[in-house]
């Protein structure tokens, strides 16, 4: 579609920008879909910047139309404030706008490309229709199948995901998985997830065969649409995937012209492997991987080993121990240098066997070949995730945070914002976005989102280390240290945590705690991987300059994720004068 470099008349059409979309007629604004809500005056000034694409539009020219001669406001201070509201809808900034540029003592100018939407295009802009898969029940009355049943409930979603995406947004797994045990009932969880339609149902596993219960019920008046109940062999467990979503999809107008029939799905039922034994392996090993604790992943790895010495061609198992192997390295379980080796041997081995594994494509350049950074290839591999699964939000926390690599904030927060529209409740987005927002240097939004996760999070120790981290952006030293205690706590003294830790105690003037934390560093370096950033951090927080930059060094040796965003972290702003940190960047290949 073609995007316009001069004014356009698009006063009666519906116009789009970025992910954006705004019916000029009716004064809404969506984005992908769903309705931002926006005050008159801030989208009469979009309205007006978006018919003026590239233009200055003069603040004289926003009065006349905003507010005629005859009206008496306080001109300046509304159009301010009209312009605030704006730019937090569209999630943009005054000092690093992507959309609405402030031309000093003139007026704003609209920075993205603005495209006409299809002029047979009728009615107002609609989203798409929106469906959350429940936990399946289980009703085996065996408490250690619990596995099972929320295999059926992820292999469910992933297939209605595939029905229509483009019509069909369907909530990704970490967040349905949120109401497992919950007794909310329908209308209530319509609301807190701004769907449709729920999925709920039971699953049974004896004597080789499964059977599935199915409901499909509209949140708006709570009506069943659509009940039934399936039984198979166990060997056809992988094409029963694809039959219930196909039989809901069939009941969903958004969806129903994309219900593939029979046939179909015969030819296309997915069976990621011929042994069902190792299947039952990998399904487990996914279920104590989904807790993300250290026993967890080890007995998670345990169950993929074990698959895939039944079935040495199992992708998905291979997908898995990778992604293993990028959180041992990500949060300074182990070396990174060592899980990249691994890592990489399992990511490429599964893409070997299976080439549409769109997250495995999406991690892989997360393991450096040769020891060296090419963030090319990063953005590269994962673009090719995008290509096969644009919806997935795995694929875009992985885009995320390439882009958060290279300094393009602003396009990671989009990016995160697309991904959390499916997995709203998800706290490794959560996480994530408020860290974008914090390098981007969006301090009060990315406090309240940190704020946001602690609160529905307090047990995990990443919520409050993301709100300490956050606080370090406008300086807040006594709250970071806060939370950042509060985060080593719940952890357990992790050492990555340690090291943010230190940080704020040094800036906040607590030198000798921040030495205390410096020891306790040294200490259990002796007995275990301790990641080099978290020297550097402590002594950075200790103004010892030149023992940051030895430690940074060693922290780019060791791929030490933490170090991944030199470029952008705010509070290494003191040091960007000195040709050490410049030496630094070009190392890890983030300046030319």
Known sequence: MPTTNAATDATRQNVGFDCFEADLQSGLLFKRGLKIPLREQSFQVLACLLQHPAQVVSREELRRQLWPGDVFVDFEKSLNTAVAHLRQALGDSADRPRFIETVPKRGYRFLAGVRVLPENATGPITRRTRLAVLPFANWSGDAAEEYFSDAMTDEIITALAALAPERL?????????????????????????????????????????????VQLVRTSDQTHVFARKYDAEMGDVFGLHDRVARDIGTQIPAAAGNAPNDATLR?????????????????????????????????????FEVALARDPAFALAYDALAELCWYLGFWGFASPTEMDLIGRGY????????????????????????????????????????????????????????????????????????????DPLSLELRGWFAEALYLGRQYDRAIEQALLLAESEPQHFLSHMVLGHVYLGPQR???????????????????????????????????????????????????????????????????????????????????????????????????RADPRFHALLRKMNLES
Request: aromatic share 8%; glycine share 8%; net charge neutral.
């Open 169 to 213: 947004a369907v909530i990704a797994r970490t967040t349905a998985m949120r109401y497992k045990g919950t007794h909310k009932d329908v209308a209530r969880i319509g609301r807190e997830l701004n769907v449709d339609y729920v999925v709920e149902g039971g699953v049974r596993r004896a004597d080789h065969r499964v059977a599935i219960n």
């Open 267 to 303: 030819g296309r039922a997915r069976k990621p492997t011929e042994d069902l034994a190792a299947y039952n392996e990998y399904i487990q090993g996914r279920y104590f991987m989904s807790r993300w604790t250290p026993e967890g992943v080890a007995k998670a790895r345990r169950h």
């Open 347 to 422: 990511a490429l081995r599964a893409i070997e066997i299976d080439d549409t594994l769109a997250e495995t494509h999406a991690l892989l350049g997360y393991f450096p070949k040769a020891g060296y950074w090419d963030w090319e290839e990063v953005l590269q591999c994962v673009e090719r995730g995008r290509g096969l699964n644009p919806a997935s939000p795995v694929v875009g926390l992985r885009y995320a945070i390439a882009l958060l690599v290279v300094g393009r904030a602003g396009e990671a927060i989009t990016e995160l914002e697309r991904a959390l529209e499916s």
């Open 477 to 575: 030293y006594e709250e970071s240290v806060a939370a950042l205690r509060k985060s080593a706590d719940v952890s357990g003294g992790f050492p990555l945590v340690l090291g943010w830790l230190g940080l704020a105690l040094g800036l906040g003037g607590h030198s000798e705690e921040a030495r205390t934390v410096l020891e306790r560093l040294r200490a259990i370096a002796k007995q275990s991987y301790v990641p080099p950033t978290s020297f550097a951090w402590t002594h950075l927080g200790l103004g010892e300059i030149d023992d940051a930059l030895i430690w940074l060094d060693r922290a780019a040796d060791a791929h030490d994720r933490m170090a991944n965003t030199l470029k952008t972290y705010p509070f290494l702003d003191p040091l």
